[in-house]
């Protein structure tokens, strides 16, 4: 079983609509959670962090984590065509370094 | 001028042949990373380093080696060249004043064919 998993996808949603990105670890001892955008071709890009239960908003993005259930997801409002990437779930365990998911492939359909 | 820099960006190299890829930082962080990103797949940690003195094998760390030169170079070589090294490779960094979040920022990627 991988550390962090999250859906293979590729995932489609019509523009306008709500993308739900979702990512499940193993280590209880994760800290710290992570979503990374990531354009095809280019480098990873922060994009929320989340360290306590619940949810967390910046703009069109709510991270939300729930540590009982080693689940952490991401939701898109409003998605925009620009949208279309890969999202990279990451979780710390405090012991320095992240572990990474393979990433779920977003589009974003006009 | 962008904060984490690599270079070269493309290479393509023989096998066998020795390479070695360079990573620069100028946000003044301790951390340093290097991975590995092969087609539809995540980020595989090779190596890892916490300071100039502390370097880390990370999970796919055979065939190849690091050098933290100083705390805003870290180097990642390949001894001897083989086409299932071939991959977009990484170098990111993180600061430990902020030790649980390890929020990382990462240079714009090398990517390596090795024929």
């Known amino acids: 079983q991988k550390e962090v998993e999250q859906n293979s996808g590729p995932l489609s949603v019509p523009e306008g609509a709500i993308a739900s990105l979702n990512c499940t670890y193993s280590?209880?001892?994760?800290?710290?959670f992570f979503w990374y955008r990531q354009y095809s071709g280019k480098s990873p890009e922060l994009i929320m962090s989340?360290?306590?239960?619940g949810d967390k908003e910046d703009g069109r993005f709510t991270a939300q984590l729930n540590k009982a259930s080693q689940y952490v997801s991401l939701l898109i409002r409003d998605s925009q065509p620009s949208d279309s990437a890969t999202y990279l779930c990451a979780a710390n365990t405090n012991a320095g370094k992240s572990t990474f998911g393979d990433g779920t492939t977003l589009t974003v359909k006009p | 001028d962008a904060d984490v820099t690599q270079t070269p960006r493309n290479r393509i190299t023989k096998t066998g042949k020795r390479i070695m890829l360079e990573c620069s930082q100028t946000k003044g962080h301790d951390r340093m990373y290097w991975y590995r990103q092969d087609p539809g797949l995540g980020l595989r940690l090779i190596y890892y380093?916490?300071?100039?003195?502390?370097?880390n094998k990370g999970e796919i760390s055979d065939g190849y080696s690091v050098s933290r030169q100083a705390q805003a170079k870290f180097s990642l070589s390949l001894e001897s060249a083989i086409p299932n090294q071939t991959a977009l490779y990484f170098c990111a960094t993180s600061d430990s004043r902020d030790r649980v979040r390890d929020e990382q920022y990462f240079g714009p990627g090398t990517r390596l064919t090795v024929t």
């Open positions: 989340i360290y306590s239960n």
């Open positions: 380093s916490f300071d100039v003195k502390d370097i």
């Open positions: 280590d209880r001892g994760s800290q710290s």
